[in-house]
């Protein structure tokens, strides 16, 4: 039996260990193609990671319904909803990942959206603004939510601005332009209307579809960040 050189056996073990690497890859690559190819809107994992950068960068894979939401909410966000403060640069916010943390409030419950904090804790403050073009659906006071707007896009995509101070001059029924002023950010919420002072200032988003019928939440986290760069300036003080 002729002896295999230590440098051919080498070789021969490298060779397999790359392709042992390679097969696991596509084998792996393949299953999350599948699984994605199935997923829904429904879906938790779509909804946690909705609007990051690798599902952006790897949309094609997304199944229909989930493509095309994400591509409407990239065809309407066009401003981040805090502008910056020409006067005052110290006026800044702050907003981390939250998706479905828990919320204690009538019950526990996970936590819908992005809350976008003050740094200057301060009601009346700083200027809200509809990061969308879309027509104003809802307008008034939630138990929860305190003074909210709530803005359906063409698409039907829902964006959700709560715990307001105040509105601009908006009503119901009216459209609204993308980076129009919709209020000022508040701490409203949490008790009956006018309640205020349960927590600290700050503004609320959600986005929310309603395609399937039923109400789904995507987490607004990554859309903030992707507009992050995209700020107006407004004088205010």
Same mark, same amino acid.
């Given at each position: 039996?002729?002896?295999?050189?230590?440098?051919?056996?080498?070789?021969?073990?490298?060779?397999?260990?790359?392709?042992?690497?390679?097969?696991?890859?596509?084998?792996?690559?393949?299953?999350?193609?599948?699984?994605?190819?199935?997923?829904?809107?429904?879906?938790?994992?779509?909804?946690?990671?909705?609007?990051?950068?690798?599902?952006?960068?790897?949309?094609?894979?997304?199944?229909?319904?989930?493509?095309?939401?994400?591509?409407?909410?990239?065809?309407? &966000?066009?401003?981040?909803?805090?502008?910056?403060?020409? &006067?005052?640069?110290?006026?800044?916010?702050?907003?981390?990942?939250?998706?479905?943390?828990?919320?204690?409030?009538?019950?526990?419950?996970?936590?819908?959206?992005?809350?976008?904090?003050?740094?200057?804790?301060?009601?009346?403050?700083?200027?809200?603004?509809?990061?969308?073009?879309?027509?104003?659906?809802?307008?008034?006071?939630?138990?929860?939510?305190?003074?909210?707007?709530?803005?359906?896009?063409?698409?039907?995509?829902?964006?959700?601005?709560?715990?307001?101070?105040?509105?601009?001059?908006?009503?119901?029924?009216?459209?609204?332009?993308?980076?129009?002023?919709?209020?000022?950010?508040?701490?409203?919420?949490?008790?009956?209307?006018?309640?205020?002072?349960?927590?600290? &200032?700050?503004?609320?988003?959600?986005?929310?579809?309603?395609?399937?019928?039923?109400?789904?939440?995507?987490?607004?986290?990554? &859309?903030?960040?992707?507009?992050?760069?995209?700020?107006?300036?407004?004088?205010?003080?």
């Amino acid at each position: 039996m002729k002896r295999i050189r230590p440098g051919r056996l080498l070789l021969l073990l490298l060779l397999t260990a790359l392709f042992t690497v390679l097969l696991t890859g596509h084998i792996y690559d393949r299953a999350v193609r599948n699984r994605m190819k199935k997923e829904t809107i429904a879906d938790l994992t779509y909804r946690t990671e909705f609007y990051s950068d690798s599902m952006r960068e790897e949309k094609e894979k997304l199944s229909k319904g989930c493509r095309e939401l994400l591509e409407n909410v990239e065809n309407e &966000v066009s401003y981040f909803p805090i502008p910056e403060s020409t &006067v005052d640069k110290s006026l800044t916010v702050s907003f981390v990942d939250s998706w479905m943390a828990e919320r204690k409030y009538n019950g526990t419950s996970g936590h819908e959206g992005t809350d976008i904090m003050a740094g200057e804790n301060e009601r009346g403050l700083y200027p809200v603004l509809s990061m969308t073009d879309g027509t104003i659906t809802n307008l008034g006071w939630l138990e929860k939510g305190g003074y909210r707007v709530g803005i359906t896009s063409d698409s039907g995509t829902y964006y959700y601005y709560a715990h307001l101070d105040s509105y601009g001059n908006i009503h119901k029924g009216d459209k609204v332009k993308a980076g129009q002023f919709i209020g000022y950010m508040g701490d409203s919420g949490y008790g009956e209307e006018g309640t205020t002072g349960q927590f600290d &200032v700050h503004l609320h988003l959600g986005i929310y579809s309603y395609k399937t019928g039923e109400e789904i939440s995507v987490n607004p986290y990554y &859309v903030l960040l992707s507009l992050e760069n995209k700020k107006l300036k407004y004088s205010y003080s």
